[in-house]
């Protein structure tokens, strides 16, 4: 993971929805937990406030995948 490339930068609306500023779209949770899976650095900020997020919104994709029994403990065996 040498690569210095700037983060994808995530902006969240005062509606709650999440905008990639890379493509100019709105994206799910699914949409980031996809980029980080495919080895991209996420940065989620409040537009408003400026408030970073990233850890908030990490944690709730971890919850919300294990709820789903898709997350195991393999490196940890």
Avoid: W
């Avoid at 989620?44 to 970073?52: A, P, Q, T, V």
């Amino acid at each position: 993971m040498g690569q210095t490339a700037k983060p994808l930068l995530i902006k969240r609306y005062a509606s709650r929805r999440l905008y990639n500023t890379e493509t100019s779209d709105y994206v799910t949770l699914e949409d980031i937990a996809g980029f980080i899976q495919a080895g991209r650095e996420v940065q989620i900020i409040d537009l408003k406030s400026g408030d970073d997020l990233t850890r908030q919104y990490l944690l709730q994709i971890i919850a919300e995948r294990e709820s789903r029994g898709e997350i195991c403990c393999r490196s940890m065996c």
